[in-house]
T-cell receptor, first 112, second 112 residues
Framework: AQSVTQPDIHITVSEGASLELRCNYS??????LFWYVQSPGQGLQLLLK??????LVQGIKGFEAEFKRSQSSFNLRKPSVHWSDAAEYFC??????????FGQGTELSVKP | DGGITQSPKYLFRKEGQNVTLSCEQN?????MYWYRQDPGQGLRLIYY???????QKGDIAEGYSVSREKKESFPLTVTSAQKNPTAFYLC???????????FGPGTRLLVL
């Protein structure tokens, strides 16, 4: 069955440090991949998406993600984390039937 | 101002009662979705609709019902058959070939 794995349930980084959140997908040679962010009690906001083309995708709020087909990965990165980045992050894959398969999420805490 | 609205923000259900969660979008999107979110479990798909007057069950449809009489609206009813309804409910829509889903702010359902 199609699945998306986010290996890290909770990550803590210091403000100003770099960040990488991991995501592995299981379906498709040309997947549709997404990263969303959710603040407590809020809906999900789209950070970035990948469909084809350049494997390094730029998103909002200074985030980027790199698609690596050989590793079935789509890791999210940010060079310098701000306290306001503390939130939960979800990776998702489209199954080309209109549905998204979500990972379990990674909760990011930021130390001052 | 285009977007997705969900109401109410908080909803209380008494035992044996049906309650309806509202989801409205003015993005002119064809597809709409309902997800349930529980702590540590990511998002699970309840129902989705790709066109007016048609909808399909998702992964956890038991105890829920929907209708799609208008393109803009996709209400979700949590019936008395849903024995564990306490959760955060998210509505989403998509309308372009990229199948990107955009989310509303969510409704938190609590049981009295």
């Amino acid at each position: 069955a199609q699945s998306v794995t986010q290996p890290d349930i909770h990550i803590t980084v210091s403000e100003g440090a770099s960040l990488e959140l991991r995501c592995n997908y299981s379906y498709g040679a040309t997947p549709y991949l997404f990263w969303y962010v959710q603040s407590p009690g809020q809906g999900l906001q789209l950070l970035l998406k990948y469909f084809s083309g350049d494997t390094l995708v730029q998103g909002i709020k200074g985030f980027e993600a790199e698609f690596k087909r050989s590793q079935s990965s789509f890791n999210l990165r940010k060079p310098s984390v701000h306290w306001s980045d503390a939130a939960e992050y979800f990776c998702a894959e489209g199954n080309q039937g209109g549905k998204l398969i979500f990972g379990q999420g990674t909760e990011l805490s930021v130390k001052p | 101002d285009g977007g997705i609205t969900q109401s109410p923000k908080y909803l209380f259900r008494k035992e044996g009662q049906n309650v309806t969660l509202s989801c409205e979008q003015n993005l002119n999107h064809d597809a709409m979705y309902w997800y349930r979110q529980d702590p540590g479990q990511g998002l699970r798909l309840i129902y989705y609709s790709q066109i007016v007057n048609d909808f399909q069950k998702g992964d956890i449809a038991e105890g829920y019902s929907v209708s799609r009489e208008k393109k803009e609206s996709f209400p979700l009813t949590v019936t008395s058959a849903q024995k564990n309804p306490t959760a955060f409910y998210l509505c989403a829509s998509s309308g372009d070939s990229s199948e990107t889903q955009y989310f509303g702010p969510g409704t938190r359902l609590l049981v009295l």
